[in-house]
């Protein structure tokens, strides 16, 4: 990959050669990606408000559609991988409850092999129920248990994750906090996917952020980054921030996302790469993060440079972006845009 020392964003994505992008998209379809994370059944009651509740200053939603149900969480990042035509692999645990059920065969319908997926009796499948009235989103309902599992349920987890992991190409831990990714969980994954030579990305949270060490590819967003270093980012800019955490990490590199601004890319000996956002309209950033993680490491596992990885999952969240919630992105899509990249 070239140094790029004083490139500005919009030329730094300009210097990648999209009909290189191109032909990483047709070779995505070959990759095996194995997903290790919490899982979430994501609901939308969608309908419209005409009036304010007597009973409070609350707007009264009248529902006119069927409730929409999706794979969330760890569970959609497995979802955008087979939609860009890679195959995926979940780890993780539901409740054995109704919301299991239905988010198993949610995934099932986008083609996630789901042998890993663990059904627990003592807590419930994490569920996140968004009303959305006249497209604006007006309230959000969470069922969840956040406490780590016990021994047993993370020794089962390392058993069927280790299974998976050997036949992939590729392992993306996906952390929201719910309690599968213990500081365990992290250090034996991590060391096997090592061993066997895997290309590894994280998708990491507060808790265990400096657990995952050796890392190729570590990708937090600046709250994340700046809270797991606490003091040490205190009145520093986001360069120094993102050096010190790949110091920390001892990872290959380091993905920063920074909303409007774009992601930052890090990579021992060279300065910090701006990548601009591609979005041309911004309809909800809700998923986008997954659709990156998940573009980012199938092109990864397909030879792409860092910078070609990063790039296309910019193009891909520029697509994501434009749909209403949590969505996937599909490779005809991601083609579509750039040829019409390639001809603007």
Not at 143 to 162: C, F, G, P, Y
């Amino acid at each position: 990959m070239k140094k790029n020392t004083d490139a500005s964003p919009k030329s730094l994505l300009s210097s990648v050669d999209k009909a290189e992008l191109l032909t990483l998209v047709g070779v995505l379809q070959k990759k095996k990606v194995v997903v290790i994370g919490d899982l979430m059944l994501d609901v939308y009651i969608k309908g419209s408000v005409a009036r304010i509740s007597p009973e409070a200053p609350i707007p009264v939603v009248e529902i006119n559609e069927d409730d929409k149900k999706m794979p969330g969480g760890a569970a959609n990042v497995a979802a955008n991988i087979t939609a860009l035509g890679g195959k995926a692999s979940i780890i993780g645990t539901t409740g054995k409850d109704l919301a299991g059920r239905e988010l198993v065969r949610e995934l099932k319908n986008f083609n996630v092999d789901t042998t890993g997926v663990l059904a627990l009796s003592d807590r419930p499948t994490t569920e996140k129920t968004r009303v959305v009235a006249n497209t604006q989103q007006v309230v959000r309902i969470d069922r969840e248990v956040k406490s780590a599992l016990n021994d047993t349920q993370q020794d089962q987890i390392i058993q069927k994750a280790m299974k998976a992991i050997q036949g992939a190409d590729g392992v993306i831990f996906e952390d929201y906090n719910k309690g599968l990714l213990t500081a365990k969980v992290i250090r034996k994954l991590v060391a096997f996917a090592k061993a066997k030579k895997k290309i590894i990305t994280v998708d990491p949270k507060f808790h265990n952020f400096f657990e995952f060490k050796g890392v190729t590819v570590m990708k937090p967003n600046m709250k994340e980054m700046t809270e797991a270093l606490g003091t040490e980012a205190v009145g520093e800019s986001f360069e120094t921030i993102g050096f010190k955490a790949m110091k920390r990490l001892q990872c290959k590199s380091l993905v920063l996302t920074r909303s409007e601004h774009g992601m930052t890319l890090f990579e021992p000996g060279q300065p910090p790469r701006t990548i601009p956002t591609v979005a041309r309209e911004v309809y909800d950033v809700s998923g986008a993060g997954d659709t990156v993680i998940a573009t980012l490491t199938l092109a990864l596992t397909a030879g792409a440079t860092l910078l070609q990885a990063a790039a296309l999952a910019n193009y891909a969240a520029g697509i994501e972006v434009e749909k209403l919630g949590v969505a996937t992105v599909s490779a005809e899509e991601l083609t579509q845009r750039l040829l019409e990249e390639m001809n603007h």
